[in-house]
């Protein structure tokens, strides 16, 4: 990791954006298929998003529809990452029934996104509407760069 840290940390969140399309690129190029048909171990279970800068805002959009924002959605901040829960659950067990596709997913879903530094829980606020979750998170002002100091060698 240490081998990202040059630039800011709008640069490093670039990267990782950059490392999510290439890898979903490579998942369509398979031949058995892509993430979320299922072939990959937990893909069917990451939470979908749109992240995006919005003026000083970061701002992070989860496809999140049929779930109850009160009852079946966890925010956290963990080690500087944003750690998204949720759970959709069925309204009605139909295992006798005769379904002649079943591709609605009930079950529960996650989503671990990196953090600007020095964002606090206090600092993030969310909204849920029309099943997007949205959230914003105000990307902390950069210190000023201070001038170099001289330092005096003493003789001896």
């Known amino acids: ?71 079946d959605i966890d925010l956290d901040i963990v080690n500087g990452m944003l750690r998204l829960r949720a759970e959709r659950r069925s309204e009605e067990d139909r295992e006798s029934g005769g379904y002649l596709r079943r591709e609605l997913r009930y079950g529960s879903f996650a989503r671990t996104l990196p953090l600007p530094e020095g964002v606090t829980e206090s600092d993030i606020s969310a909204s849920y509407k029309d099943g997007i979750l949205e959230i914003r998170v105000p990307m902390p002002k950069p210190e000023p760069a201070q001038e170099p100091k001289r330092i005096s060698i003493a003789r001896g």
């Open 1 to 71: 990791m240490a081998l990202l840290r040059r630039g800011d940390r709008d640069d490093q969140l670039d990267v990782f954006s950059r490392f999510d399309r290439m890898f979903d690129e490579w998942t369509r190029a398979l031949p058995f298929g892509r993430a979320g048909s299922g072939w990959w171990p937990g893909s069917e279970d990451m939470i979908r998003v749109d992240e995006y800068k919005e003026g000083d805002t970061l701002v992070i959009r989860a496809d999140l529809p049929g779930v109850d924002p009160d009852q």
